[in-house]
């Protein structure tokens, strides 16, 4: 740090590279207590959640839903419905979606709101000074939010074959008649069931012995069933070693169990991860070291160690990869490089919930299983299966559960996973919960409005009372009524 001279003043109090969810939301408050403040894109405002991630995932996923819906007439008691698409008009449809979200994110809401918004490409020049187009700024702090790329493994033959990922799939305009999906995470499978459902061959390959490997068994079992209902190929165990071409076909080569497998198909989706976005930042030259992942390593209060004013937040710096966290990240950022001279707050990840959104949804906040006996924590399970649950049935979607972990003969709540219709809206109780340490006993004395969904986790509060009702108290109870008769 000896090396660099700090500046005797500066032109602005903060420059935030990158603006995704991370660096929209710091720049955002960092406007909202009258810094100046500038904000540098190097590509699309909004980041990968408005133009390739978040957005368009859903959106698909929403069309390609209501075309599902029509093949399950005859369960709503309907005539089976020949449905009639032309997949570019998808396609365009989600890109329409995106352009109406856009003004949220844009240039011109930013700059309203007191944001000097630079197009290009930033680099650290000093620990003071950030350079873009020929242009030096200097700030008093700067916040790195560059976010996070597709990840792409180096199989042999699959950058000469040709590939698509999160980024470029959006792309298509022609629908592909077969489609291997490298990858089990979220991305991999949301994506999977929404082109299944778009009349797409879909083989789905995982390396490890199951997709959506951070959540428990019975929840990746019930996801992987679903799959396979719906005509996904689902291969697990299965590891990539080469990509090649057949003719017309490309083929994806796999070993499983000391055997070759290989995948024909017309396209090849890479789903297998994300990088972070630290080439070309000068971070080399400043000596700002990185995580073994390649985000940006940063103490507790999102500091980069040996430059208190420079932070890091969203993917970039991880330790999540949501929209959510990184806006959550954002607020750190943007208070500890204003006033952390005064007063710094640590990031608080004790209740970080997300959700994969394919059906059956899955949601979780806190610890599941998996978790719990890699930190040797002790737990309890409570499950309420909500194939019960009189909404479910009613609207013909009877399926999944609510799980919740327990500290052993109390009602904290540790950790929630939901599987089932609506999982992500259904766990922002327990969220809530969490957060305000709230237990089972206060979701159980709380009035759910009947017929809903959210009544699941009332009852899965109820079959936790009921597993700890106090036994004693009920047996005096009933010799107390009885001498009373």
């Given at each position: 740090?000896?090396?660099?001279?700090?500046?005797?003043?500066?032109d602005?109090?903060?420059?935030?590279?990158?603006?995704g969810?991370?660096?929209?939301?710091?720049?955002?408050?960092?406007?909202?207590v009258?810094?100046?403040?500038?904000?540098?894109?190097?590509h699309?405002?909004g980041?990968?959640?408005?133009?390739?991630?978040?957005?368009?995932?859903?959106s698909?996923?929403?069309?390609?839903?209501?075309?599902?819906?029509?093949?399950?007439?005859r369960?709503?008691?309907?005539?089976?419905?020949?449905?009639?698409?032309?997949?570019?008009?998808?396609?365009?449809?989600?890109?329409?979606?995106?352009?109406?979200?856009?003004?949220?994110?844009?240039?011109?809401?930013?700059?309203?709101?007191?944001?000097?918004?630079?197009?290009?490409?930033?680099?650290?020049k000093?620990?003071?000074?950030?350079?873009?187009?020929?242009?030096?700024?200097?700030?008093r702090?700067?916040v790195?939010?560059?976010?996070?790329?597709?990840?792409?493994?180096?199989?042999?033959?699959?950058?000469?074959?040709?590939?698509?990922?999160?980024?470029?799939?959006?792309?298509?305009?022609?629908?592909?008649?077969?489609?291997?999906v490298?990858?089990?995470?979220p991305?991999?499978?949301?994506?999977?069931?929404?082109?299944?459902?778009?009349?797409?061959?879909?083989?789905?390959?995982?390396?490890?012995?199951?997709?959506?490997?951070?959540?428990?068994?019975?929840?990746?079992?019930?996801?992987?069933?679903?799959?396979?209902?719906?005509?996904?190929?689902?291969?697990?165990?299965?590891?990539?070693?080469?990509?090649?071409?057949?003719?017309?076909?490309?083929?994806?080569?796999?070993?499983?169990?000391?055997?070759?497998?290989?995948?024909?198909?017309?396209?090849?989706?890479?789903?297998?991860?994300?990088?972070?976005n630290?080439?070309?930042?000068?971070?080399?030259?400043?000596?700002?070291?990185?995580?073994p992942?390649?985000?940006?390593?940063?103490?507790?209060?999102?500091?980069?160690?040996?430059?208190?004013?420079?932070?890091?937040?969203?993917?970039?710096?991880?330790?999540?990869?949501?929209?959510?966290?990184?806006a959550?990240?954002?607020?750190?950022?943007?208070?500890?490089?204003?006033?952390?001279?005064?007063?710094?707050?640590?990031?608080?990840?004790?209740?970080?919930?997300?959700?994969?959104?394919?059906?059956?949804?899955?949601?979780?906040?806190?610890?599941?299983?998996?978790?719990?006996?890699?930190?040797?924590?002790?737990?309890?399970?409570?499950?309420?299966g909500?194939?019960?649950?009189?909404?479910?049935?009613?609207?013909?979607?009877?399926y999944?559960?609510?799980?919740?972990?327990?500290?052993?003969?109390?009602?904290?709540?540790?950790?929630?996973?939901?599987?089932?219709?609506?999982?992500?809206?259904?766990?922002?109780?327990?969220v809530?919960?969490?957060?305000?340490?709230?237990?089972?006993?206060?979701i159980?004395?709380?009035?759910?409005i009947?017929?809903?969904?959210?009544?699941?986790?009332?009852?899965?509060?109820?079959?936790?009372?009921?597993?700890?009702?106090?036994?004693?108290?009920?047996?005096?109870?009933?010799?107390?009524?009885?001498?009373r008769?």
């Amino acid at each position: 740090m000896s090396e660099f001279k700090k500046p005797k003043s500066f032109d602005r109090n903060m420059i935030v590279i990158g603006a995704g969810a991370a660096g929209l939301v710091t720049s955002y408050i960092a406007a909202a207590v009258k810094a100046k403040v500038t904000l540098i894109e190097g590509h699309r405002m909004g980041g990968d959640c408005l133009n390739t991630g978040c957005v368009p995932s859903k959106s698909l996923l929403r069309t390609a839903g209501v075309l599902h819906e029509m093949t399950r007439a005859r369960e709503f008691g309907l005539r089976p419905v020949e449905m009639e698409f032309d997949f570019a008009e998808v396609m365009e449809k989600v890109q329409r979606n995106i352009r109406a979200i856009e003004p949220h994110d844009s240039v011109e809401r930013y700059t309203s709101l007191g944001v000097e918004c630079i197009q290009g490409y930033a680099r650290l020049k000093s620990p003071w000074e950030v350079e873009v187009n020929g242009q030096t700024l200097t700030a008093r702090s700067i916040v790195i939010a560059t976010g996070a790329r597709p990840a792409i493994p180096p199989i042999p033959g699959l950058a000469n074959t040709g590939f698509l990922t999160s980024d470029t799939v959006w792309d298509l305009r022609q629908k592909p008649k077969r489609l291997a999906v490298l990858g089990g995470g979220p991305i991999g499978c949301e994506l999977s069931q929404a082109f299944s459902r778009l009349g797409v061959e879909v083989t789905q390959i995982e390396m490890l012995p199951r997709i959506m490997i951070r959540e428990d068994e019975e929840v990746s079992a019930l996801v992987t069933a679903n799959f396979a209902h719906e005509g996904i190929t689902v291969l697990t165990n299965h590891k990539v070693v080469g990509v090649d071409r057949y003719a017309r076909d490309k083929v994806v080569i796999c070993e499983h169990k000391g055997k070759r497998v290989a995948v024909h198909c017309d396209e090849i989706l890479v789903a297998v991860g994300r990088t972070a976005n630290t080439d070309s930042l000068g971070l080399e030259e400043l000596g700002i070291a990185l995580n073994p992942n390649r985000t940006i390593k940063t103490d507790p209060w999102l500091r980069v160690p040996n430059y208190k004013h420079i932070l890091a937040c969203g993917d970039v710096a991880g330790p999540y990869q949501f929209t959510h966290t990184a806006a959550h990240q954002a607020w750190y950022a943007s208070v500890n490089g204003l006033f952390g001279h005064l007063k710094k707050f640590k990031a608080d990840y004790s209740v970080i919930p997300w959700a994969t959104f394919t059906q059956p949804e899955v949601a979780r906040v806190g610890l599941n299983e998996i978790d719990a006996k890699d930190k040797n924590i002790p737990y309890e399970v409570t499950c309420y299966g909500i194939d019960d649950l009189d909404r479910a049935i009613t609207d013909e979607e009877a399926y999944g559960f609510v799980k919740v972990l327990t500290k052993p003969g109390k009602d904290t709540i540790l950790g929630v996973t939901i599987v089932g219709q609506h999982a992500g809206d259904l766990i922002a109780e327990y969220v809530l919960a969490m957060k305000h340490g709230l237990g089972m006993n206060q979701i159980l004395g709380t009035i759910h409005i009947y017929p809903t969904m959210n009544e699941a986790n009332k009852y899965a509060a109820g079959e936790w009372k009921r597993a700890h009702k106090p036994d004693w108290l009920l047996r005096w109870v009933e010799k107390c009524h009885n001498w009373r008769r």
